[in-house]
């Protein structure tokens, strides 16, 4: 049975892995550090869709979400993928 791909979905926006030197410019640019970015669990279908096309993803990638709206465009979003529980 083949798997359904959450990112193929309309209401699931795009999900991308942030390469590391694009990674220094978001966090310079944005004045932070990767800490203070929210936070994604591993387990989160979308990284496990991201993991199905481009193999393994590590605690500490920074993921780019890109949401469209009728209203505001473009939206972009940074998250840190992280294994475990959040608190």
């Known amino acids: ?17 942030v390469d ?3 990674e ?3 966090l310079r640019d944005l004045n932070i ?5 929210p936070k994604i669990n591993r387990n989160d279908p979308s990284i496990k869709a991201l ?13 780019r979400i890109v949401r469209k709206s009728k209203t505001a465009g473009v939206s972009v979003y940074y998250r840190v993928v992280e294994s475990g529980v959040f608190k």
Request: without cysteine; proline residues 5%.
């Open 33 to 37: 550090t990767k800490e203070l970015l």
């Open 51 to 63: 993991e199905d096309i481009h193999g393994p993803i590590k605690s500490g990638t920074i993921i």
């Open 24 to 26: 220094e410019m978001i």
């Open 1 to 17: 049975m083949a798997r359904f791909n959450v990112l193929k979905h309309e209401l699931v926006p795009e999900h991308q892995i």
């Open 20 to 22: 590391a030197k694009e």
